[in-house]
């Protein structure tokens, strides 16, 4: 296990660094951030000279990339624009998003696998059909859709929730957008339980684990659902990651300063070391999340061995 660990951190190195520079790279070439400094008038030559220098605009791109990369090992993301450091930008950010992502995961997790598992055992009944119609819903209806409506029910229309969070976004607060943010992968976590539950239900080991008098919940729990879960477990490892860095929608419609938020004003205003800053730990985030996936599939199954 320890030699496994060890081989995949060594793999993650080239892999970060290919992603950061593709980062970097689109980034750098998606506009001129010194116009956006300007405003709307576009800046006179000996301006536009003296922020680039400033900001190391004026340099190959290549460099751009060494200096950045060589700042990054020592904990430094940067400086935005408004000479605010990047770090201080993701201490405000990321504990935001964090709590919302969690949210957003026990969602998945309690909901997705209860009703994957409830349907998997009654498929084909009316409970299975009415819950793959309710989660093609979900799935064909788009996240601002939702999150609108439940905006405009929940907090205008009747006031049982605020229509917007508070800065300092407390758990009780994001229990409505985590739903949303979590709407279409609970969706998919249904149907994946579902699929993997029914499929499992007719192998041999579940025949004779019946057969041999256990009782039905132990065979449920103990045998099937640990064995079904496998294909769950990696759509969520994987959703974390993007849950975290594709809140800019439910952010936005709940005026919630997550890392969503923070990216989109990066991407609006062109600024380069905010939003390679933010997608580098998202990276970060996803490559460990995809770990600890696979580290979870020998507690799953104890037939995987790592070596």
Known sequence: MGRYVVRRLLQMVPVFVGSTLLIFLMVNVMGDPVAGLCGER??????????????????????QYLTYMGHLFSGDFGTAFNGQKVTELMGTAFPVTIRLTIVAILFEIVIGITLGVLTGLRRGRPVDTAVLLVTLVVISVPTFVTGLLLQLLLGVKWGWIEPSVSPTAPFGELIVPGLVLASVSLAYVTRLTRTSI?????????????????????????????????????????????????????????????????????????????VVGFVTVLVLVFLLANLLVDLLYAVLDPRIRYV
Request: with cysteine.
């Open 42 to 63: 576009a800046c006179d030559p000996a301006t536009a000279a003296q922020l680039k220098r400033e900001f190391g605009l004026d340099k190959p791109v290549w460099q």
């Open 198 to 274: 029914a499929e499992n239900r007719r192998a041999d080991y579940v025949r004779t684990a019946i057969a041999k008098g256990l009782p039905r919940r132990r065979v449920i729990v103990r045998h099937l659902l640990r064995n079904s879960l496998i294909p769950v477990v990696t759509f969520i490892g994987t959703d974390i990651g993007a849950l975290m860095g594709g809140a800019i929608v439910t952010e936005r419609i709940f005026n919630i300063h997550g890392v969503g938020y923070q990216l989109y004003q990066g991407i609006l205003r062109q600024n380069t070391q905010t």
